[in-house]
């Protein structure tokens, strides 16, 4: 069974294994300061009697407060768009952001692999057991799930129950954390040649 990480490299395995948010929010946080930048702009030029960069704030004010005789469409349209950035901003807050990598228990490192790697590994054990060419073989990992697409050589017998078992094998080797469920999927038709 796999022994948990020490305690000092879970920062290195979390940060190595989540994206940051940082992106996001300095984007958004950039957008508000300039945002604020530009009234505090409009509402000194205001007070200094100067002509307006794109409008006073009193015409802004008497414009907000003539949307509710405008038509229908514009109010609404923007409301909509404000509530989409809204939730995308908050999905972005609350999911966790996930990198395609998976963690592999080590008593002496902090030992982080690609998604790729572990797919190109049971991609070789798969086609190995199904005694089929490597080439006809594709795998996609995600989080929790790798799914095993092969495509035999036509006219050679594939033995589904073998395939499974090996690529079973091979993640029980990795012992990967978050664990990951195989699924194996064989083409009906086969491909000629090997």
Do not use: W
């Amino acid at each position: 069974m796999s022994t948990p990480a020490p305690y000092s490299y879970r920062r290195i395995l979390r940060r190595e294994t989540h994206s940051s948010r940082a992106v996001p929010a300095i984007t958004v946080a950039v957008a508000v300061i300039l945002l604020c930048a530009y009234a505090g702009t409009e509402i000194v030029l205001m007070m200094l009697n100067r002509r307006a960069l794109l409008a006073a704030p009193q015409d802004m004010l008497t414009t907000l407060g003539t949307l509710g005789s405008a038509p229908v469409a514009a109010p609404v349209t923007i409301g909509i768009l404000l509530m989409l950035a809204g939730i995308l901003l908050l999905i972005g807050a609350l999911t966790p952001g996930r990198r395609a990598r998976h963690q592999i228990p080590s008593g002496r490192a902090a030992v982080v692999v690609d998604n790729e790697v572990i797919a190109s590994a049971l991609a070789r054990q798969a086609a190995h057991a199904g005694n089929a060419n490597p080439d006809n073989t594709v795998v996609s990992v995600s989080a929790h799930r790798a799914i095993v697409h092969l495509t035999p050589t036509s006219g050679t017998p594939v033995q589904s129950d073998a395939i499974k078992e090996a690529v079973q094998q091979q993640l029980a080797a990795f012992e990967l954390y978050p664990p990951v469920r195989a699924s194996v999927v064989i083409a009906a038709a086969g491909k000629v040649g090997s």
